[in-house]
């Protein structure tokens, strides 16, 4: 059975406003902003503001809400990184690749026969941040 939820992941802190991050949208039930460590440019993380460790705990029509967002930064995404595809990614538990414990889904950009870096490869320069933040935001209207 899936661990609690532990309200001191890096997620909640950003929530809280205890961390900074590159937000990109927010609404009454979800936050998202660039993740730091990107696996390709324009990559993006979509929180639900309710304290969800992944999949097991959170309620359907919050799950259904963070899909509902991705789906805009997806189509935002190809237009502001002139993308020719986007993957998007949810992790759940250790064994499935997730390590912030609060749920997410990943929304990444991707170019013809290009490579999505490994996970945490490197931290991305805080203007190459603000940059992506700003394109995004504008196509996202
Ligand atoms: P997971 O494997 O849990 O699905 O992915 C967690 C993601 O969070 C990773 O892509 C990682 O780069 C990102 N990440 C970790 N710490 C931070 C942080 O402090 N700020 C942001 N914006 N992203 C983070």
Not at 51 to 72: C, E, G, L, M, T
Not at 79 to 88: C, N
């Amino acid at each position: 059975m899936p661990a609690a939820y532990d309200p001191n992941n890096i997620f909640a802190k950003i929530l809280r406003g205890e961390l900074p991050c590159h937000k990109v949208y927010e609404d009454e039930r979800v936050l998202a902003f660039l993740d730091i460590m990107p696996r390709a440019p324009g990559h993006t993380l979509v929180i639900p503001k309710t304290p969800a460790r992944n999949i097991f705990d959170i309620s359907p029509d919050d799950y259904a809400h963070v899909a509902r967002v991705a789906q805009k930064i997806a189509t935002a995404a190809m237009k502001a990184f002139q993308a020719d595809g986007i993957t998007v990614a949810q992790f759940n538990e250790r064994a499935g690749g997730q390590v912030v414990f609060h749920l997410h889904m990943h929304v990444m950009p991707r170019r013809d026969s290009v490579e999505l870096l490994p996970p945490g490869t490197r931290q991305e320069d805080v203007k190459v941040l603000e940059d992506n933040a700003t394109k995004l935001i504008a196509a996202l209207g």
